[in-house]
């Protein structure tokens, strides 16, 4: 491998008559070329939009194409001053490399498609084109017809200026001339190990979002990124393995390779929160996917404001997988038999339904199990059907019309009221949470959902964040919903059984999940032990678990540390390891938490990266204002000054929030006081403690967890 921006006197094997800096000048001027040829891609869709282009069109699809133009127009205006392209793949010219329809030809990977002519050949392949994944997952061992894999070293570049090309990294994978792989059978086992210029991106120091990863997806990652769109998969990833990364990357290469199945259903990213989502946000557009749609599941319940609050016996009941049935049937009670026959009035004639025909076609319906507002529907029409058997052997064939005007007859609309009567999900939990008296819920259950004072209809309830859950639930069975063609779920692992069967509604049919978490990150009451239990609530339960335990941003100074309190969680995780070297811990004790904060923020601020101060939610405000009266300005994590700041270095991040995001240099202060805060205080010390991937300090106080005793790694 040939890093020219560190070994300047040797050429790449490729061009063996070409030096180093003639090589940087050539790609210099390319990566010109195409800066030019984006701009005149922009330039060409809004003359498209301006000049009417799309003029020879139908209405509906001038409409539809000028929002393609004019949103393409958007985003290549917007594209940011970064690198073009991040790698190269030289095809091997010799009939036995397997190069194929490729042999000898020369691609530019990047993160879109560039071109100066539609009818030239790209200056820029996408990373998501089946001809890029041999930049990922050829090998010396495989070289898939990849004579020479070449990677690029970018100087870190500020937002709004022009990118510069420093280093040229390339990688023989087949010999010149013969098709035959490097060094094949000479492999150790243990997967690749990035070369320089994958080490420095990954390790860059960084600041606001989380930044994609399409120059350094690893092989085992560009696999589940290029899964089938029909499969489901669930990835147990330990911190710092990009699980994250690769949910939202499958999620933009399916936008990509199936763009029609995708975006005629729908995509939905459902992230743990708003600062989660604030952090994630610039993902997808870096990519060239800017319609997809990021919520929590706390917002795409939101039928009603939340303004009750349950204590943690009621909380429990209602996240409770039981409660579905509950719902069930508290909803299936208001069906019953028919008291008496259904005589209906038609001019002269009156026609009449036995008592004994009308209860079986009620309990037709219930054993055909249709959304509840459906199953009312089908018994109408199946009633209505019997009377047309009737008027049409004594009075003649009967017509669309007529079987209309029956159905509507007042009658018909009484005893379709009687014995599946309409529901709306409001009526039926507040009858359920006035009188809970369902016997799957033990006595003390009952009493801690009962409501202590009922309000005067459904209409004036005061509904809390759990009964929200339950009124989804309840819709679901009243009218099943569209489902999403896509949906990707990340912190899957510490989602209740009700809030999974929420996001199960939510896929359709034939829809996929992409399902990311840790079960050691488990923090919440509810949190899942296995991955099985939890598929099963999310409607797939057989989607395959693939565990990532290769981390490549938290160092494995830091991994081990917090590695000590995984035998404490109570599950079993694959354990994990990194490649990444380095990385500084410190633990210290010390007599003043807050004085020693700011010490270790100022010391922090003079290295380059982002800083995150994590403590226990109530200690955080005491943190902040010992940081702002020592000069230091700071945000908030999970506040709207945070979400969309980039301004202050320094986050104050109560545990509680830390969960997805990371930090180039972490202070976690006091970790007794975050297990103590609630019963899963070990899990969320362990997520605090693997936020940090350059730098940990960890300031105490009170002595230091059992598990974490002992000298520092």
């Given at each position: 491998m040939?890093?020219l921006?560190?070994?300047?006197?040797?050429?790449?094997?490729?061009?063996?008559d070409?030096?180093?800096?003639?090589?940087l000048?050539?790609?210099?001027?390319?990566?010109?070329?195409?800066?030019?040829?984006?701009?005149?891609?922009?330039d060409?869709?809004v003359?498209?939009?301006?000049?009417?282009?799309?003029a020879?069109?139908?209405?509906?699809?001038a409409?539809?194409?000028?929002?393609?133009?004019?949103?393409?127009?958007?985003?290549?205006?917007?594209?940011?001053?970064?690198?073009?392209?991040?790698?190269?793949?030289?095809?091997?010219?010799?009939?036995?490399?397997?190069?194929?329809?490729?042999?000898?030809?020369?691609?530019?990977?990047g993160r879109?498609?560039?071109?100066?002519d539609?009818?030239?050949?790209?200056?820029?392949?996408?990373?998501?084109a089946?001809?890029?994944?041999?930049?990922?997952?050829?090998?010396?061992?495989?070289?898939?017809?990849?004579a020479?894999?070449?990677?690029?070293?970018?100087?870190?570049?500020?937002?709004?200026e022009?990118a510069?090309?420093?280093?040229?990294?390339?990688?023989?994978?087949?010999?010149?001339?013969?098709?035959?792989?490097?060094?094949?059978?000479t492999?150790?086992?243990?997967?690749?190990?990035?070369?320089a210029?994958?080490?420095?991106?990954?390790?860059?120091?960084r600041l606001?979002?989380?930044?994609?990863?399409?120059?350094?997806?690893?092989?085992?990652q560009?696999?589940?990124?290029?899964?089938?769109?029909?499969?489901?998969?669930?990835?147990?990833?330990?911190?710092?393995?990009?699980?994250?990364?690769?949910?939202?990357?499958?999620?933009?290469?399916?936008?990509y390779?199936?763009?029609?199945?995708?975006?005629?259903?729908?995509l939905?990213?459902?992230?743990?929160?708003r600062?989660f989502?604030a952090?994630?946000?610039?993902?997808?557009?870096?990519?060239g996917?800017?319609?997809?749609?990021?919520s929590?599941i706390d917002?795409?319940?939101?039928?009603?404001e939340t303004?009750?609050q349950?204590?943690?016996?009621?909380?429990?009941?209602?996240?409770d997988?039981?409660?579905?049935?509950?719902?069930h049937?508290?909803?299936?009670?208001?069906?019953?038999?028919?008291?008496?026959e259904?005589?209906v009035p038609?001019?002269?004639?009156?026609?009449?339904?036995?008592?004994d025909?009308?209860a079986?076609?009620?309990?037709?319906?219930?054993?055909?199990?249709p959304?509840?507002?459906?199953?009312?529907?089908?018994v109408?029409?199946?009633?209505?059907?019997?009377?047309?058997?009737?008027?049409e052997?004594r009075?003649?064939?009967?017509?669309?019309?007529?079987?209309r005007?029956?159905?509507?007859?007042?009658p018909?609309?009484a005893?379709?009221?009687?014995?599946w009567?309409g529901?709306?999900?409001?009526?039926?939990?507040?009858?359920?949470?006035?009188?809970?008296?369902?016997?799957?819920?033990?006595?003390?259950?009952?009493?801690?959902?009962r409501?202590?004072?009922?309000?005067?209809?459904?209409?004036?309830?005061?509904?809390?964040?759990a009964d929200?859950?339950l009124?989804?639930?309840?819709?679901g069975?009243?009218e099943?919903?569209?489902g999403?063609?896509?949906?990707v779920?990340?912190?899957a692992?510490?989602?209740s059984?009700?809030?999974c069967?929420?996001?199960?509604?939510?896929?359709?049919?034939?829809?996929?999940?992409?399902?990311?978490?840790?079960?050691?990150?488990?923090?919440t009451?509810?949190a899942a032990?296995?991955?099985?239990?939890?598929?099963?609530?999310?409607?797939?339960?057989?989607?395959?678990?693939?565990?990532?335990?290769?981390?490549?941003?938290?160092?494995?100074?830091?991994?081990?540390?917090a590695?000590?309190?995984?035998?404490?969680?109570?599950?079993?995780?694959?354990?994990?390891?990194s490649?990444?070297?380095?990385g500084?811990?410190?633990v210290?004790?010390?007599?003043?938490?807050?004085?020693?904060?700011?010490?270790?923020?100022?010391?922090a601020?003079?290295?380059?990266?982002?800083i995150g101060?994590?403590?226990?939610?109530p200690?955080?405000?005491?943190?902040?204002?010992?940081?702002?009266?020592?000069?230091?300005?700071?945000?908030?994590?999970?506040?709207p000054?945070?979400a969309?700041?980039?301004?202050?270095?320094?986050?104050?991040?109560?545990?509680?929030?830390?969960?997805?995001?990371?930090?180039?240099?972490?202070?976690?202060?006091?970790?007794a006081?975050?297990?103590g805060?609630?019963?899963?205080?070990?899990?969320?010390?362990?997520?605090?403690?693997?936020?940090?991937?350059s730098?940990?300090?960890?300031?105490?106080?009170?002595?230091?967890?059992a598990?974490?005793?002992?000298?520092?790694?």
């Amino acid at each position: 491998m040939t890093d020219l921006s560190h070994a300047p006197s040797h050429a790449p094997s490729h061009v063996p008559d070409q030096a180093p800096d003639q090589a940087l000048r050539q790609e210099r001027a390319h990566h010109e070329a195409c800066r030019a040829a984006l701009s005149a891609m922009a330039d060409d869709a809004v003359r498209s939009v301006r000049t009417g282009e799309n003029a020879f069109a139908s209405g509906a699809d001038a409409e539809v194409l000028g929002r393609h133009l004019r949103g393409l127009a958007k985003e290549l205006r917007a594209e940011p001053e970064g690198p073009l392209f991040f790698g190269r793949l030289d095809f091997a010219t010799d009939a036995a490399s397997g190069a194929g329809d490729h042999s000898g030809q020369s691609y530019h990977i990047g993160r879109r498609r560039i071109t100066e002519d539609p009818l030239k050949p790209p200056l820029v392949i996408d990373w998501r084109a089946p001809v890029s994944r041999a930049f990922y997952q050829a090998s010396p061992r495989d070289p898939q017809g990849v004579a020479v894999r070449r990677r690029f070293g970018w100087a870190p570049f500020a937002t709004g200026e022009p990118a510069d090309l420093t280093g040229i990294e390339d990688e023989p994978l087949s010999l010149p001339g013969t098709g035959t792989s490097v060094g094949a059978g000479t492999g150790t086992g243990v997967g690749p190990v990035p070369g320089a210029v994958v080490v420095r991106e990954i390790e860059r120091p960084r600041l606001g979002p989380m930044r994609d990863i399409a120059a350094t997806i690893q092989p085992e990652q560009d696999d589940l990124v290029r899964s089938e769109p029909t499969r489901s998969l669930c990835v147990q990833g330990a911190p710092g393995t990009g699980k994250t990364a690769v949910g939202l990357h499958r999620a933009a290469y399916l936008l990509y390779a199936h763009p029609q199945r995708v975006r005629r259903g729908g995509l939905l990213v459902l992230g743990p929160g708003r600062a989660f989502l604030a952090y994630i946000a610039e993902v997808l557009p870096a990519l060239g996917e800017s319609g997809v749609r990021q919520s929590t599941i706390d917002e795409e319940i939101a039928a009603h404001e939340t303004r009750a609050q349950d204590g943690p016996a009621a909380e429990a009941v209602k996240h409770d997988a039981r409660m579905a049935g509950v719902l069930h049937r508290a909803l299936y009670a208001r069906v019953a038999p028919p008291a008496e026959e259904l005589t209906v009035p038609d001019g002269s004639y009156r026609w009449r339904v036995p008592r004994d025909e009308l209860a079986g076609i009620v309990a037709e319906v219930r054993a055909e199990a249709p959304p509840y507002a459906v199953g009312r529907e089908r018994v109408r029409g199946r009633a209505v059907r019997a009377l047309r058997r009737r008027a049409e052997r004594r009075a003649g064939p009967r017509g669309e019309t007529w079987a209309r005007r029956i159905g509507r007859a007042r009658p018909v609309a009484a005893f379709v009221d009687a014995v599946w009567p309409g529901a709306r999900p409001e009526e039926v939990l507040a009858g359920l949470l006035t009188d809970p008296a369902d016997t799957a819920l033990t006595p003390a259950e009952r009493e801690a959902i009962r409501w202590a004072r009922p309000p005067r209809s459904p209409r004036s309830a005061r509904w809390s964040a759990a009964d929200l859950l339950l009124l989804d639930e309840l819709a679901g069975l009243i009218e099943r919903p569209e489902g999403f063609a896509h949906v990707v779920v990340d912190e899957a692992q510490d989602l209740s059984p009700m809030q999974c069967r929420a996001i199960a509604r939510r896929v359709g049919g034939s829809g996929s999940l992409t399902v990311l978490g840790d079960l050691a990150q488990g923090t919440t009451p509810w949190a899942a032990r296995t991955w099985p239990g939890q598929l099963a609530h999310l409607g797939r339960p057989d989607a395959a678990v693939i565990p990532l335990t290769t981390g490549f941003r938290v160092p494995a100074t830091i991994v081990d540390f917090a590695g000590r309190l995984l035998p404490a969680l109570g599950v079993e995780v694959p354990p994990a390891r990194s490649l990444r070297a380095g990385g500084e811990l410190t633990v210290r004790r010390v007599d003043d938490l807050a004085a020693a904060t700011v010490a270790a923020v100022r010391a922090a601020l003079s290295r380059e990266g982002s800083i995150g101060v994590v403590a226990d939610g109530p200690g955080t405000g005491a943190l902040r204002t010992a940081l702002t009266g020592a000069g230091v300005e700071t945000a908030v994590a999970g506040t709207p000054e945070a979400a969309g700041a980039a301004a202050a270095r320094v986050t104050v991040v109560p545990a509680a929030l830390a969960k997805g995001l990371e930090y180039e240099h972490v202070v976690v202060v006091e970790p007794a006081a975050i297990v103590g805060a609630e019963p899963r205080g070990t899990h969320r010390l362990y997520v605090a403690l693997t936020r940090a991937v350059s730098r940990l300090d960890v300031l105490h106080r009170l002595p230091l967890p059992a598990e974490l005793a002992g000298p520092a790694l």
